[in-house]
């Protein structure tokens, strides 16, 4: 049992008055309490010297002792054991997270404000190459060798973008790179095999390159020989050579969009990227969507001819075209086109309009998938291929900017896209 403070200087106190009493009565009490504290002292500093011994050694028995020494021994003994149990849960927690983190089948690593490798997972062992303890507190730039791996570690903390490299060191693996803040000073790094996702992407990609090319050959030719045939028709043919003139036209269109589609889904870089100048390219499209409307349509274009816009020339003129195009196709005659170029709080901002037939509230979430019609006779009656919005999209995907689309069934539509407040020149 553990006695209190109060108890140890009680029994004190009664020693030593004691002692006192028993040296009045032999006539020397200054004696007897001198060697009384000397007698003390020395048995304090026996246990003290015990208590050393044993935190030199501590794999020895605690030793024992009387009074405050023993209950201080036996208070070491209970926090000793204490210990011993919290030690034992904590490596039984951390061999679980070891476990846990050993199954995951991505490279797992951790690394502090320096970039320095402070722990990593069985699986960066076997993708990275990584050992232990060598590799522990070596920068992680280092062990993982790639620029854009390094431009891309070198930037703010607060890492939220993903990068995909190829695998240092190792042919046809591809891997996928994601950051997250765990503590103020700390970085989870995880690197995940896409290896075959992206050999998959690389097919889709080469398949519709390569079949787009190998149907636009024969398509030009027929085309060619039907408008041939249009200029020396037959009249029973007429109707015929006019519906397959039409057909032609519109399956170029989808294998042109096709190989747009394809060609920004596979663009990592903006090397082609300058200040662009919209308003000419925006004249141009005017001229587009009069010989389409035919004067059946009231087309106003109100441009600020002095804002241009920072971005990739072909893609924009690509994307208004789209935007403009289908805007002229999806308004009956008699209605009214509003294009509008300004710049806006939000920045630069294209606003294309119109009094069409407009889209269902429910089908607008959905405008910019590939191949995605409101309506297949609506699709096959106005020549659309289901590609125009998802190039739009991808277009704007490029450039940082946003589509908003309002519409409205039976009333109209209008489709805006906002672009960053850097991206404009005045």
Same mark, same amino acid.
């Given at each position: 049992?553990?006695?209190?403070?109060?108890?140890?200087?009680?029994?004190?106190?009664?020693?030593?008055?004691?002692?006192?009493?028993?040296?009045?009565?032999?006539?020397?009490?200054?004696?007897?309490?001198?060697?009384?504290?000397?007698?003390?002292?020395?048995?304090?500093?026996?246990?003290?010297?015990?208590?050393?011994?044993?935190?030199?050694?501590?794999?020895?028995?605690?030793?024992?002792?009387?009074?405050?020494?023993?209950?201080?021994?036996?208070?070491?003994?209970?926090?000793?054991?204490?210990?011993?149990?919290?030690?034992?849960?904590?490596?039984?927690?951390?061999?679980?997270?070891?476990?846990?983190?050993?199954?995951?089948?991505?490279?797992?690593?951790?690394?502090?404000?320096?970039?320095? /490798?402070?722990?990593?997972?069985?699986? @960066?062992?076997?993708?990275?190459?990584?050992? =232990?303890?060598? $590799? &522990?507190?070596?920068? !992680?730039?280092?062990?993982?060798?790639?620029?854009?791996?390094?431009?891309?570690?070198?930037?703010?903390?607060?890492?939220?973008?993903?990068?995909?490299?190829?695998?240092?060191?190792?042919?046809?693996?591809?891997?996928?790179?994601?950051?997250?803040?765990?503590?103020?000073?700390?970085?989870?790094?995880?690197?995940?095999?896409?290896?075959?996702?992206?050999?998959?992407?690389?097919?889709?990609?080469?398949?519709?390159?390569?079949?787009?090319?190998?149907?636009?050959?024969?398509?030009?030719?027929?085309?060619?020989?039907?408008?041939?045939?249009?200029?020396?028709?037959?009249?029973?043919?007429?109707?015929?050579?006019?519906?397959?003139?039409?057909?032609?036209?519109?399956?170029?269109?989808?294998?042109?969009?096709? /190989?747009?589609?394809?060609?920004?889904? @596979?663009?990592?870089?903006?090397?082609?990227? =300058?200040?662009? $100048? &919209?308003?000419?390219? !925006?004249?141009?499209?005017?001229?587009?969507?009069?010989?389409?409307?035919?004067?059946?349509?009231?087309?106003?274009?109100?441009?600020?001819?002095?804002?241009?816009?920072?971005?990739?020339?072909?893609?924009?003129?690509?994307?208004?075209?789209?935007?403009?195009?289908?805007?002229?196709?999806?308004?009956?005659?008699?209605?009214?086109?509003?294009?509008?170029?300004?710049?806006?709080?939000?920045?630069?901002?294209?606003?294309?309009?119109?009094?069409?037939?407009?889209?269902?509230?429910?089908?607008?979430?959905?405008?910019?998938?590939?191949?995605?019609?409101?309506?297949?006779?609506?699709?096959?009656?106005?020549?659309?291929?289901?590609?125009?919005?998802?190039?739009?999209?991808?277009?704007?995907?490029?450039?940082?900017?946003?589509?908003?689309?309002?519409?409205?069934?039976?009333?109209?539509?209008?489709?805006?896209?906002?672009?960053?407040?850097?991206?404009?020149?005045?």
């Amino acid at each position: 049992m553990i006695r209190s403070w109060k108890s140890h200087a009680g029994r004190l106190l009664l020693a030593g008055a004691g002692i006192l009493i028993a040296g009045w009565a032999l006539g020397h009490p200054g004696k007897a309490l001198l060697a009384a504290l000397a007698a003390y002292a020395i048995w304090h500093f026996v246990n003290i010297c015990r208590l050393y011994l044993w935190i030199q050694h501590p794999a020895r028995e605690m030793p024992g002792s009387l009074g405050l020494w023993a209950d201080i021994f036996d208070q070491i003994s209970s926090m000793e054991q204490r210990y011993n149990k919290q030690e034992v849960r904590y490596q039984s927690m951390i061999d679980d997270f070891q476990n846990v983190t050993d199954a995951f089948p991505d490279a797992t690593l951790i690394i502090d404000q320096k970039a320095n /490798l402070t722990w990593f997972n069985s699986a @960066a062992s076997a993708m990275l190459g990584l050992t =232990e303890p060598e $590799d &522990i507190g070596r920068p !992680l730039g280092n062990l993982v060798r790639s620029t854009d791996f390094g431009n891309w570690l070198a930037t703010a903390e607060g890492i939220h973008s993903r990068l995909e490299i190829p695998a240092p060191g190792k042919e046809n693996t591809w891997l996928d790179i994601t950051a997250v803040s765990i503590r103020e000073n700390q970085r989870l790094i995880i690197f995940r095999d896409v290896s075959e996702v992206h050999n998959v992407e690389q097919i889709r990609k080469d398949f519709v390159t390569n079949i787009s090319h190998e149907l636009r050959t024969p398509l030009t030719v027929m085309r060619g020989y039907l408008e041939l045939l249009q200029d020396r028709p037959v009249d029973e043919l007429t109707d015929a050579i006019t519906r397959m003139h039409t057909q032609a036209i519109q399956m170029q269109s989808m294998i042109d969009d096709l /190989l747009d589609l394809s060609r920004l889904q @596979a663009v990592e870089a903006h090397d082609e990227e =300058e200040y662009v $100048d &919209i308003a000419t390219i !925006l004249l141009q499209l005017k001229e587009q969507a009069e010989e389409i409307s035919r004067g059946n349509h009231a087309l106003l274009f109100d441009v600020d001819s002095s804002l241009a816009l920072f971005g990739i020339k072909s893609d924009l003129e690509s994307a208004f075209r789209n935007l403009i195009v289908n805007a002229v196709k999806y308004t009956p005659d008699g209605g009214r086109v509003s294009i509008n170029w300004h710049d806006s709080d939000e920045g630069p901002t294209l606003t294309v309009a119109d009094t069409g037939i407009g889209i269902p509230r429910r089908e607008i979430p959905r405008l910019t998938e590939r191949f995605y019609r409101v309506g297949s006779d609506r699709g096959r009656e106005s020549g659309g291929t289901g590609l125009g919005l998802a190039i739009v999209k991808h277009v704007l995907n490029q450039h940082q900017a946003r589509l908003v689309i309002d519409s409205e069934y039976g009333v109209g539509s209008q489709f805006t896209c906002i672009f960053p407040p850097q991206r404009s020149r005045a």
